[in-house]
């Protein structure tokens, strides 16, 4: 059974940090691709960040520069580091695994459950 299980979330001011976790089992961590999404209230499910099984990463533009994406195998799992937080950076996040090309098409085969993030202004 394949569980993507997510950690981090909170509330936080603007401009502040977190990083989220999402540990994975029952996949082949080492090769799968992972990536983190998010999805404010009445809007779809945006990719934030992907890495591929080799350490390549994206970043959606909304992110970039602010936001870190990492994998550590030895644990089978997956971060989002976030800094300098924003109001519009206030959404469910949530972890995916899948194919790299599939994660950019939103087409991930495992989904965690999701951590909020709250960002005030």
């Known amino acids: 059974q394949v569980q993507l299980v997510e950690s981090g979330g909170g509330l936080v001011q603007a401009g502040e940090a977190l990083r989220l976790s999402c540990v994975a089992s029952?996949?082949?961590?080492?090769?799968?691709?992972m990536g983190w999404y998010r999805q404010a209230p009445g809007k779809q499910r945006d990719l934030v960040a992907a890495?591929?099984?080799?350490?390549?990463?994206m970043y959606s533009d909304s992110v970039k520069g602010r936001f870190t994406i990492s994998r550590d195998n030895g644990k089978n799992t997956v971060y989002l580091q976030m800094n300098s937080l924003k109001p519009e950076d206030t959404a469910v996040y949530y972890c995916?695994?899948?194919?790299?090309?599939?994660?950019?098409?939103?087409?991930?085969?495992?989904w965690g459950q999701g951590t909020q993030v709250t960002v005030s202004s």
């Open positions: 995916a695994s899948g194919l790299y090309s599939a994660l950019m098409a939103r087409a991930a085969r495992y």
């Open positions: 029952g996949i082949n961590f080492r090769v799968t691709a």
């Open positions: 890495i591929s099984t080799s350490g390549s990463t």
